[in-house]
């Protein structure tokens, strides 16, 4: 919606979406349309934190016949902004649970919350927190998967998946979120992107 261009890769990643709850009709998408409207009001003016603030309510109500898209919009959002690292935890949590903790993306995802609850800056107060929510992530993503207890079993499957390769899962994420909107973003990632950019210059 917002003018970005259009990726052409492929996507090998095939993500099944829930079905919107029986009985799900038009009326309730009328308040909704509202939010979006206003959230790509708050791209336009760059107010990323308000912006984060409408995905998070969108990508959390059950009434919302989006949410895997609002979900996957607010951790690119959180991936890319100056935000606490909780707030990215969050978000990719969020991910996991529409997708399902058992789907080839979850543990890219816990692998990808853990590292920045550990190492993302500015985050200091809040880094415990975000560490042990990403350790319960991975914790329900491992039980889903039918990981064997234990350390080893644990570092085998780490391995296994390539969880100890940042490079390779942030790729792996990046890319799923992508399939997860299919084309339909609600605020100008390019906008976002070249603030990213400038603060890294």
């Known amino acids: 919606m917002s003018g970005t261009t259009e990726s052409k890769k492929t996507f090998p990643i095939s993500i099944s979406m829930p079905s919107p709850p029986p009985g799900l009709s038009a009326p309730p998408e009328t308040p909704w349309q509202e939010k979006i409207l206003y959230l790509t009001e708050c791209s336009e003016k760059r107010n990323w934190e308000e912006a984060l603030k409408v995905l998070t ?76 929510q990403a350790q319960q992530m991975l914790h329900l993503i491992c039980e889903s998967q039918k990981v064997p207890e234990g350390e080893q079993a644990f570092q085998d499957w780490v391995v296994a998946n390539r969880l100890n390769e940042p490079d390779f899962y942030l790729s792996k994420v990046i890319d799923g979120l992508e399939v997860m909107v299919m084309g339909d973003w609600w605020f100008d990632r390019n906008a976002l992107q070249e603030e990213l950019n400038a603060t890294h210059q």
């Open 57 to 132: 309510d969108l990508s959390t109500s059950r009434r919302f016949p989006h949410t895997h898209k609002a979900a996957a919009q607010r951790a690119w959002m959180a991936l890319k902004s100056n935000v606490a690292a909780i707030a990215v935890v969050t978000a990719l949590r969020e991910v996991v649970m529409t997708i399902g903790p058992q789907h080839e993306l979850a543990g890219p995802m816990g692998a990808l919350a853990y590292f920045l609850a550990r190492h993302r800056k500015g985050d200091d107060a809040g880094r415990e927190f975000a560490v042990a």
